[in-house]
């Protein structure tokens, strides 16, 4: 089946450490965009990709990192200097910037 | 499973037309519903919907909730050609984590001058 998966579905953190959410599609798509979100707000632009080895921050990039070695993969890195990591992270893929994005199932960080 | 089905999957009007955009979910200890206009890189916020009823509006873009039938509408009156955009809605539902958010496959909405 093609689509946008995110592992794990629960992540714990303990303070100070740094974790690393995946991200994987099949779908052939170019773009790929990791987001924030806080209970009740709208979407929070962390990273975006639009093509291999290439990506740029989004609104709220300081605390996290990102790679983009394979055009199927885009992990997002919650480093320790995220001072309130605790939201729920999605991913998204495209396959152009202007076409709809398919959303993974999302990732729920918790700092313990 | 959760799950939210939008429909339809693409809408093309003139300038002017009234359209409604619709959204439908099965999910599990339901919180809310958002809809989001997505032009560029990030969708941008529309409407956060919680309670059956009520409407809200934002210029000529309203939207209401069904939680007894499971379903939302978005309305666009007297559409311009900036409406044109990929409309997405996504239901918030906790748990014991806390909030996770399903997003349905959005609606392509196409306004002719």
């Known amino acids: 089946d093609g689509g946008i998966t995110q592992s794990p579905k629960y992540l714990f953190r303990k303070e100070g450490q740094n974790v690393t959410l995946s991200c994987e599609q099949n779908?052939?798509?170019?773009?790929m965009y990791w987001y924030r979100q806080d209970p009740g707000q709208g979407l929070r632009l962390i990273y975006y990709s639009q093509i291999v080895n290439d990506f740029q921050k989004g609104d709220i990039a300081e605390g996290y990192s990102v790679s983009r070695e394979k055009k199927e993969s885009f992990p997002l890195t919650v480093t320790s200097a995220q001072k309130n990591p605790t939201a729920f992270y999605l991913c998204?893929?495209?396959?152009?910037?202007?076409?709809?994005?398919?959303f993974g199932p999302g990732t729920r960080l918790l700092v313990l | 499973e959760d799950k939210v089905v939008q429909s339809p999957l693409s809408l093309v009007v003139h300038e002017g037309d009234t359209v409604t955009l619709n959204c439908s979910y099965e999910v599990t200890n339901f919180r809310s519903l958002l809809w989001y206009k997505q032009e560029k890189k990030a969708p941008t916020f529309l409407f956060m919907l919680?309670?059956?009823?009520i409407e809200k509006k934002s210029g000529r873009l309203s939207s209401i909730l069904d939680k007894k039938e499971l379903f939302s509408i978005l309305n666009i009156t007297a559409t311009q050609t900036g409406d044109s955009a990929i409309y997405l809605c996504a239901v918030e539902a906790r748990n014991n984590a806390g909030n996770m958010l399903t997003f349905g496959g959005g609606t392509r909405l196409m306004v002719k001058p």
């Open positions: 919680t309670s059956s009823g």
């Open positions: 998204a893929s495209s396959s152009t910037e202007r076409e709809t994005q398919y």
């Open positions: 779908l052939n798509h170019d773009a």
